[in-house]
Each structure stands twice: as C-alpha cells, then as structure tokens.
C-alpha cells in the first residue's frame, strides 16, 4: 500500500522510538510482570494513546490506516505494550467518540486520548464469553441514579486502567436489547479488581476481574440510550479486530524477523540453514502470510477511514493475521531448534503471545461465523 509523505514520516519516527525505548524492555517485563507505565507515559508524550481521536478532544487525529501500521510497529516491539495501546485506543475511546454526548467526551474522551488516563472495555463475564448477549451483570435503576451489580472477567487493563467502559443488563426481558452501556472511574465506591490473570503470554498487560458491588452512578454515565449497549459495544468491536489483527501482524514480524536472521548466521553441515529448503521454504511461507495479513487489516483500516462497511473485511483480518502470527511463532521457534525453546531467545515469548490474538475480541471461530452471514447476506435480500 502506498503510503503519504506525512503517513511514511510517522511511521518511520514510530519505528525508531519504538526500537529505542520498548523492544529492549520487552524481555525483562515479560519476566517480572510488571505493568509498563513507562513505556505507555513515552507513547502518550508521542500522542499514539489518543491516536485516532480529533485534535478538538486531546488527539493526534491520526487515519485508522497510519494508526494501524504504528500498532504494528508496537506489537513488534512488545505485544503486552501494544495491547494495551490497543485496547485505551479502541473500544473505550471509539465508544465515547461515537455515542458519547459533548459533556461524556470532554469528561471522559479527553484524559484517555491525552494518554493522561488509561482505558479498559468490560463485556466478558464467566459464563458469558462468545455468547456475549448472555451477560448477567445487573443495572438497576434509582430515580436520577443506576445500581450495578456483577463481576467482569479477562479485562485488560484491569485494576490499572481509570476509565472503564462496562455493559450490565438493564432489562431481563429484552435480551440483547436489554443491554446498557456505562463509563466508570476507577475510584468509583463499590468497584474493586481482582489479582492479575496468570497467562500464557503478555505477562506485562495485566488481565484481571473487575467487580461491581452496589455501585451507585448518576444517569450521566449511561452511554447511548437505554437498551443500545451491544450495538454500542458490536459497532466499535470491528475497529478493536483491525487493532487485534495488526497486534498479530506485529508479533508475526518479530518472530519471522528474528527466524530469518537466525537462519542466515547459524551454520550446520558447512551451510548457512538458510541455503536448507526445509528453512528457506519456511522463511518464505512466513513472509508470504505475514505480507497477506498485513494487506487485509490495512484495506479494513482503509474501508474505516472511508466510512465504508467493514465488519466483514475487519473479521477477515483478524482471522487470517491471529492465525498468521501462530503459523509464524511455531515455525520461528522450529527454525530455532532447540535455541527457540530457551527464554534466551525473543521467538519462546513470540509464540506464548501469538495464541491470545485467535482468542479476543472474538475467537475464530467467532470470526468465521461473522464472515459466513456476510457472505451468504447477499443471497438471502
């Protein structure tokens, strides 16, 4: 994709800080856990926490197309920080951006895209995963007032973000159109988290519960209208799986970066294994995918920035990429031999991360259920 003056001008200054200032923690907060506050005030103080917001609201008003490559560039320096990035540009900002009144924006939209406060997106619960609608969490209205009650599960972001973005069941009888949408400060009485998940991968983004206990919030938190939460929260979750799908793409040329130039250097038999077509077959097969991926989630971008549909194209992206990225981190880590199973080398930590991207904002099996009605849509009108 041809890329403007000003589009290739950003992207190169990502690449660099991103290169200077994340990749080389990325090893050591894989290890510790601890959660990257520094890497996220640096991206802030770059106006990539607020990417896509306008200028009018604290953001740098970025196309979702620039946006998307500069994910990239994160996710390939470290995954744990890109998904963070990620989740506070997407479906928290997105959703205020979209449906949010002026008073919720400057209230709420400002500090995220400023990078002044962190955002975090609660739908799953746990016995509501893929079948999302089934949600149990409560909200009750009090005259002027709501009572939310429940308990969140697999938040990112959780216990660190300050600005959540939740969804309870307003209305039992109504199903999915018994869901509302509210915003909640972290401080909020009768809102508490529980310990960081421990995960497979992206040690550093902490996953945690977020749990409602009678908390109390005026009527000015509410998000759309009474009722409109999954569509709220349905809309925005295309523009999170362009997010998810270049997360993919970022780890997917991480491990194949570092598998081709292991391939080049390491010597068996008296020959680079690259010059082996058992890895150069690899290495293209890597290349091949990795060059697809990135293509789909830019025309989704794209299609976005037009203000085309894009859920199917959106779904496509995230489908292929996540599985891209697993593809690429398994036969990084076989080009390694035994090297690829040491915590020595950057491709173990590539591979645990990959597998999260096949898992949120939609499996793939979510995924291909999406595209399927899309394309048998035009056959049913």
């Not at 990078?115 to 746990?126: I, M, R």
């Not at 971008?301 to 085309?308: E, F, G, I, N, P």
Request: with cysteine.
């Amino acid at each position: 994709m041809h890329l403007s003056p000003d589009q290739t001008a950003i992207l190169e200054t990502v690449r660099d800080f991103c290169k200077e200032k994340i990749a080389p923690l990325a090893s050591q907060y894989d290890r510790s856990g601890a959660f990257p506050w520094v890497q996220l005030g640096a991206l802030a103080e770059i106006g990539l926490l607020g990417a896509c917001v306008p200028e009018e609201f604290g953001g740098s008003g970025l196309d979702s197309v620039t946006y998307a490559l500069c994910l990239e560039e994160i996710c390939k320096a470290d995954a744990s920080v890109g998904v963070l990035v990620s989740v506070t540009n997407g479906l928290p900002q997105q959703m205020l951006l979209r449906y949010g009144t002026q008073a919720q924006k400057e209230q709420w939209l400002t500090p995220l895209a400023r990078g002044e406060k962190l955002g975090a997106f609660c739908l799953t619960e746990s016995s509501s995963g893929s079948d999302a609608a089934s949600l149990k969490s409560t909200g009750v209205r009090d005259g002027d007032d709501w009572i939310l009650d429940g308990q969140k599960v697999w938040i990112t972001g959780g216990g660190k973000a300050q600005t959540y973005l939740v969804m309870v069941r307003t209305n039992p009888e109504k199903g999915a159109r018994g869901v509302t949408c509210f915003v909640l400060d972290k401080d909020t009485a009768g809102l508490t988290f529980g310990k960081p998940e421990a995960k497979l991968g992206l040690h550093a983004a902490h996953t945690t519960t977020v749990n409602m206990s009678n908390v109390r919030i005026p009527d000015s938190q509410r998000i759309a209208p009474e009722g409109h939460g999954m569509i709220v929260a349905l809309s925005s979750l295309d523009a999170g799986r362009i997010g998810i799908a270049m997360q993919a793409v970022g780890i997917a040329q991480a491990a194949f970066e570092a598998a081709r130039e292991y391939a080049f250097n390491r010597e068996q038999f008296g020959s680079r294994i690259a010059e082996f077509e058992g890895i150069s077959f690899k290495i293209a097969d890597m290349a091949t995918r990795i060059h697809a991926s990135r293509l789909m989630a830019l025309e989704a971008a794209r299609l976005k920035d037009a203000q085309l549909p894009y859920s199917k194209e959106a779904s496509m992206a995230k489908l292929f990429a996540s599985e891209t990225a697993n593809f690429v981190a398994k036969e990084a880590v076989q080009v390694f031999g035994g090297n690829g199973y040491s915590r020595e080398y950057p491709v173990e930590r590539h591979y645990r991360d990959a597998k999260i991207t096949e898992i949120y904002e939609g499996t793939s099996e979510i995924q291909r259920l999406v595209i399927s009605k899309q394309v048998f849509k035009d056959l049913k009108q």
